[in-house]
């Protein structure tokens, strides 16, 4: 087990990382800290108290955590450590769910069942038993804990987004999508295979099937939100979501995703891009350029509604991450019109006495002022 940083380490960890100190590090960008409320991270908080370490210790006041791994007596400790708790909710993530439940598997424009891209089998997002069973889940979670908000996680049609190379099928094209376009636009599908099916819809009709899928995934925030409000009326609903501007792999956030940042703007309190800078193949500074992008592009005023808290990349994989690098993303991460900042992962930066040190320092820069 390694050590907590001791306190020489902490004081170079310090001056390293003062803006301007090092040549090869940009000026830092331009933080509110006067608003800003979140200093995250993301993951187990065991991974820091089974090393004796309590948050805010670390100057940490926020847990986003997989809603599975919470349990009555983490939410106690963050309770006496004054942290908020917020769960990170699986939305359309459908493996281990179609294996028992087939009419859930999402359908691609060859007819075939979608297949797993690494991590994450998208589900069918229009398979009613599904929704139903996503939904309860969250309402008993909702029931069963004192959540300070849900993170909804893998909200998008079957893809992968998190590569240098990313995974875009065009989904999905099973029966009950079918139908279902067909009553949202009143265009009547001929009968067809499923495979000439969706060659005809996407060279006649791309543009209003474009547009009927985002709003099926800004139908499953609106759901979403509603329950929280029902049971939990205080408590946030916030996005994780990928990063990708308009254009990028020829709009595909949009045409493939289906994230429509008009569409859901109005109806989610915190957006958390995934600037996983390392896994998608960027440099440190497209993390300040895409949250500078980002701001701009929804209008967003720091500590306004929508508000923008980012995750950004500190675990060491494909490529390892630096505690240089992890701090000039947390910076990046913080700037523009960011309210709150968060890293992926936990373990990650707890098995790092240096990364660890970077953390503390910066979100220790992070803490209005009275």
Same mark, same amino acid.
């Given at each position: 087990?390694?050590?907590?940083?001791? &306190?020489?380490? =902490?004081?170079? $960890?310090?001056?390293?990382?003062?803006?301007?100190?090092?040549?090869?590090?940009? @000026?830092?960008?331009?933080?509110?800290?006067?608003?800003?409320?979140?200093r995250?991270?993301?993951?187990?908080?065991?991974?820091?108290?089974?090393?004796?370490?309590?948050?805010?210790?670390l100057?940490?006041?926020?847990?986003?955590?997989?809603?599975?791994?919470?349990?009555?007596?983490?939410?106690?400790?963050?309770?006496?450590?004054?942290?908020?708790?917020?769960?990170?909710?699986?939305?359309?993530?459908?493996?281990?769910?179609?294996?028992?439940?087939?009419?859930?598997?999402?359908?691609?424009?060859?007819?075939?069942?979608?297949?797993?891209?690494?991590?994450?089998?998208?589900?069918?997002?229009?398979?009613?038993?599904?929704?139903?069973?996503?939904?309860?889940?969250?309402?008993?979670?909702?029931?069963?804990?004192?959540?300070?908000?849900?993170?909804?996680?893998?909200?998008?049609?079957?893809?992968?987004?998190?590569?240098?190379?990313?995974?875009?099928?065009?989904? !999905?094209?099973?029966?009950? !999508?079918?139908?279902?376009?067909?009553?949202?636009?009143?265009?009547?599908?001929?009968?067809f295979? &499923?495979?000439?099916?969706?060659?005809?819809?996407? %060279? *006649?009709?791309?543009?209003?099937?474009?547009?009927? *899928? !985002?709003?099926?995934?800004?139908?499953?925030?609106?759901? %979403?939100?509603?329950?929280?409000?029902?049971?939990?009326?205080?408590?946030?609903?916030?996005?994780y979501?990928?990063?990708?501007?308009?254009?990028?792999?020829n709009?595909?956030?949009?045409?493939?995703?289906?994230?429509?940042?008009d569409?859901?703007?109005?109806? %989610?309190?915190?957006?958390?891009?995934?600037?996983?800078?390392?896994r998608?193949?960027?440099?440190?500074?497209?993390? @300040?350029?895409?949250?500078?992008?980002? !701001?701009?592009? =929804?209008?967003?005023?720091?500590?306004?509604?929508?508000?923008?808290?980012?995750i $950004?990349?500190?675990?060491?994989?494909?490529?390892?991450?630096?505690?240089?690098?992890f701090?000039?993303?947390? *910076?990046?991460?913080?700037?523009?019109?960011?309210?709150?900042?968060?890293?992926? &992962?936990?373990?990650?930066?707890?098995?790092?006495?240096?990364? &660890?040190?970077?953390?503390?320092?910066?979100?220790?820069?992070?803490?209005?002022?009275?």
């Open positions: 087990m390694k050590a907590f940083p001791s &306190t020489l380490t =902490l004081i170079l $960890v310090g001056l390293f990382f003062l803006p301007g100190r090092n040549s090869g590090q940009e @000026k830092s960008p331009s933080i509110n800290a006067e608003k800003f409320e979140i995250g991270i993301y993951g187990s908080p065991n991974a820091f108290w089974n090393k004796g370490i309590s948050l805010n210790q100057n940490v006041n926020a847990v986003f955590v997989n809603w599975k791994a919470i349990n009555e007596k983490m939410m106690e400790r963050a309770g006496n450590e004054g942290l908020k708790v917020f769960a990170e909710f699986p939305a359309l993530n459908g493996k281990g769910y179609v294996d028992k439940h087939p009419e859930a598997w999402a359908i691609d424009s060859y007819g075939k069942k979608v297949e797993s891209a690494s991590w994450f089998l998208g589900v069918c997002p229009t398979e009613p038993r599904f929704r139903e069973y996503r939904m309860n889940e969250l309402r008993v979670l909702l029931q069963k804990f004192d959540l300070d908000g849900i993170w909804m996680d893998y909200l998008h049609w079957h893809a992968q987004f998190e590569e240098p190379e990313p995974i875009l099928p065009e989904t !999905c094209f099973c029966e009950k !999508c079918i139908r279902a376009f067909e009553s949202a636009t009143s265009i009547d599908v001929p009968d295979s &499923t495979a000439d099916q969706a060659a005809w819809i996407l %060279t *006649r009709h791309d543009s209003k099937w474009r547009d009927w *899928r !985002c709003s099926v995934i800004a139908g499953w925030v609106t759901e %979403t939100r509603k329950i929280i409000k029902e049971e939990r009326p205080d408590a946030l609903l916030g996005i979501h990928c990063p990708w501007n308009d254009t990028e792999f709009g595909a956030r949009r045409r493939i995703l289906g994230l429509d940042y569409m859901l703007k109005d109806i %989610t309190d915190v957006f958390s891009p995934m600037v996983y800078h390392g998608m193949g960027r440099e440190a500074r497209w993390v @300040k350029e895409n949250i500078e992008w980002f !701001c701009t592009r =929804l209008k967003i005023k720091s500590g306004e509604f929508p508000k923008v808290w980012p $950004v990349q500190a675990y060491d994989d494909p490529k390892v991450v630096s505690a240089e690098e701090g000039m993303v947390l *910076r990046y991460g913080a700037g523009a019109g960011s309210t709150g900042i968060m890293m992926f &992962t936990s373990d990650a930066v707890a098995e790092n006495p240096i990364k &660890t040190g970077v953390m503390k320092k910066i979100y220790s820069e992070l803490i209005p002022r009275e």
